[in-house]
């Protein structure tokens, strides 16, 4: 079955008092962890609740996983239950970074079979076509039902050891190319890519004014992409986190996507660290 993807600017403001709307505002900046939540409060979409990926889409991270782990289902379930979610409510999510932030949300409550929308270009698109914005904070109106959570498109790092083996998936990284190719890494201590993996950064599914280029380009590019790899596709990039904005293209493009590594490459990077001390000791 197909799944929800994009929603456009004009299609939410059509629907902005829908009593079962929740709207979440994801603006997430990785090196600065409260811009996101300044920057809701300086102004978003009437009635959004903004949602930290940080903290709440993500649980602690260790030695032992990447940047952004997927939270504990309890922690997930008690976050949507207090953001007003449940199995009825329609939710749309929205970034200033045509997605790359907002596509991890969607991915999360997607797989809880949640109806779950990504605003096409984000709260700029909002901006341009002149729609009203307010600033301050909302509360949101916590669920009655409480959702059971899990995970079931989420592939572990024994997943991917398993796989240098048995090759049963093909991993692609979301990263743009020189991190691929090991240039220019400036968020992990190990530069490269997983063996055997192929690159589609995340940035090549948006068009020169940040919106999803139309779903017909995608499928030519995606199909060009894939077409001498007949395995199923893992998804990865840096911390689980843009991976997700793949998945969210392939799926506008009607091809079937779901599975990402969220340890992704920093988890990888941890991997081979240990390894060499293993090696040294």
């Not at 293209?249 to 920093?266: C, I, P, Q, R, T």
Request: hydrophobic share 40%; charged share 20%; glycine share 8%.
């Amino acid at each position: 079955m197909a799944l929800p993807t994009l929603i456009s600017a004009a299609q939410l403001h059509e629907i902005l008092e829908q009593n079962d709307l929740v709207i979440l505002d994801s603006r997430f900046y990785l090196t600065d962890l409260q811009k996101g939540r300044q920057q809701y409060e300086l102004g978003h979409i009437p009635g959004a609740l903004f949602v930290d990926l940080h903290h709440q889409l993500a649980g602690d991270e260790t030695e032992q996983t990447g940047r952004h782990p997927l939270p504990e289902p309890s922690e997930l379930a008690d976050t949507l239950m207090n953001l007003g979610i449940d199995s009825q409510t329609q939710v749309v999510v929205y970034d200033d970074m045509g997605g790359a932030m907002a596509a991890r949300a969607w991915w999360m409550l997607v797989q809880q079979g949640i109806e779950v929308f990504v605003l096409d270009g984000g709260f700029p698109t909002w901006q341009r076509a002149g729609y009203a914005i307010e600033a301050g904070c909302n509360q949101a109106t916590v669920a009655e039902q409480r959702l059971t959570i899990s995970y079931p498109w989420l592939v572990s790092e024994d997943d991917v050891v398993a796989n240098l083996e048995t090759e049963r998936f093909q991993l692609l990284d979301a990263r743009a190319a020189d991190r691929f190719q090991g240039e220019n890494e400036t968020m992990d201590p190990v530069a490269g890519h997983i063996p055997g993996a192929v690159n589609r950064p995340f940035m090549q599914n948006l068009n020169e004014h940040g919106l999803m280029k139309a779903p017909s380009l995608l499928l030519e590019e995606w199909t060009s992409l894939l077409q001498d790899i007949e395995k199923p596709i893992v998804y990865y990039c840096g911390s689980g986190v843009t991976a997700c904005h793949n998945v969210l293209a392939m799926n506008y493009a009607g091809l079937e996507a779901k599975h990402v590594y969220v340890g992704s490459w920093s988890q990888w990077a941890k991997r081979i660290l240990r390894k060499i001390d293993e090696a040294n000791a």
